[in-house]
């Protein structure tokens, strides 16, 4: 044990001690490195693992030949639903950053957000998840705003669009046929749904209990206070009813994209199938255990319809259709990123944490 002696302070042991934990900085971010690594590597090899099992039951012929019948009108109509879905869901992110930024509004334009979400459109089909989220964090901190606004924003965007998602899911379970007609599917949604609603009010209503538990430790205040904010922002009277809106805008564009891609196919859908459906499929999709769920949405939906009576071709075509809409309305944003070049800093206007 080393002995301080009379003359010794207290920053010189410490500083006789940063050197040591210094070198030790290297072999922690290896070792950081290396967990990144392995879970991209389970991701990938659950992403191929699903595909695979899926694949080996397909008739490839029926596939094709029910590829050749899709309607391009009604697969153009479906992409630019999905297209609209980005520029909603860029509106939606600024709302909720002005609405927790009210010191500084300098730099938050309108193309700040489509450029950024568009990035992270892109990143969200085929990067790992969480990358999209991360990359929306930094460009929007790199324009001025606080890294803790910024993080809460993206953080807060995920939460409440995961709240909405429950809360409309569970009434067009009820009411869909292809539902109803999935038989040992119904009831286990329905509990999970209600289960996941059930978490949702009660961290509502211990939402400043929670706050205040969570000040004490600063990275948690983070996550604590987010509960709070997503109370106030979907509770807060107009202002929350026009967030929710905004959600709910965007989650119509999808689920109206996937009935015009059942529709282009010839399937028995209607649009309340297309309700029910979608948001399910969205929320299997944020599990993180595949990249960019690829694999978890297709083997969820193809499950799903095949219970209800569609054949395995139709119900993998119409999931396959709905991922590549998706993926072809986020190809601008390799273009964005291409031309957008090093964003400005406006530090100045808004302080650090």
Same mark, same amino acid.
Do not use: H
């Given at each position: 044990m080393r002995v301080h002696t009379a003359g010794e302070t207290m920053e010189d042991a410490?500083?006789?001690?940063?050197?040591?934990?210094?070198?030790?900085?290297?072999?922690?971010?290896?070792?950081t490195s290396h967990l990144k690594i392995a879970l991209i590597i389970v991701k990938v090899a659950v992403t191929l693992l699903a595909i695979f099992l899926i694949s080996r039951a397909v008739d490839w012929s029926s596939f094709l030949a029910q590829v050749r019948d899709v309607d391009p009108i009604m697969f153009t109509l479906a992409v630019l639903m999905s297209v609209a879905q980005v520029f909603i869901a860029a509106y939606r992110w600024r709302f909720i950053t002005r609405a927790l930024d009210t010191r500084s509004q300098v730099g938050l334009s309108s193309? *700040?957000?489509?450029?950024?979400? $568009?990035? %992270?459109?892109? &990143?969200?089909?085929?990067?790992? !998840?969480?990358?999209?989220?991360?990359?929306?964090?930094?460009l929007l901190h790199n324009v001025g705003v606080r890294l803790r606004i910024a993080f809460k924003s993206v953080l807060l965007d995920r939460a409440i669009a995961l709240i909405v998602l429950f809360a409309i899911a569970l009434p067009f379970v009820l009411l869909s046929p292809v539902m109803h007609a999935s038989q040992q599917f119904y009831?286990?949604?329905l509990i999970i749904i209600a289960a996941g609603l059930l978490v949702i009010a009660a961290g509502f209503a211990a939402a400043r209990p929670i706050a205040r538990l969570g000040s004490r430790w600063r990275v948690i205040s983070v996550f604590t206070e987010a509960i709070l904010d997503a109370r106030r922002l979907t509770l807060g009277g107009l202002?929350? *009813?026009?967030?929710?809106?905004? $959600?709910? %805008?965007?989650? &119509?564009?999808?689920?109206?994209? !996937?009935?015009?891609l059942a529709r282009g196919q010839g399937l028995p859908l209607k649009l309340i199938d297309a309700a029910a459906i979608v948001p399910l499929a969205i929320i299997v999709a944020t599990i993180p255990i595949?990249?960019?769920?690829?694999?978890?949405?297709?083997?969820?939906?193809v499950a799903l319809l095949m219970a209800a009576g569609l054949s395995l071709e139709s119900a993998l075509l119409?999931?396959?259709?709905?991922?590549?809409?998706?993926?072809?309305?986020?190809?601008?944003?390799?273009?964005?990123?291409?031309?957008?070049?090093?964003p400005s800093v406006q530090r100045a206007t808004s302080g650090e944490d």
């Open positions: 410490s500083a006789a001690a940063y050197p040591a934990a210094l070198s030790d900085l290297p072999s922690r971010s290896r070792r193309w *700040l957000f489509v450029r950024s979400s $568009y990035i %992270a459109q892109l &990143l969200s089909q085929v990067a790992p !998840f969480g990358a999209s989220d991360a990359v929306r964090v930094f009831l286990p949604i202002r929350g *009813l026009k967030l929710v809106c905004l $959600y709910l %805008a965007v989650y &119509l564009c999808a689920i109206i994209a !996937f009935w015009m595949a990249i960019a769920g690829w694999g978890l949405r297709e083997s969820f939906i119409l999931s396959v259709s709905f991922g590549t809409i998706l993926l072809l309305a986020a190809l601008p944003g390799a273009l964005i990123w291409l031309g957008s070049g090093r």
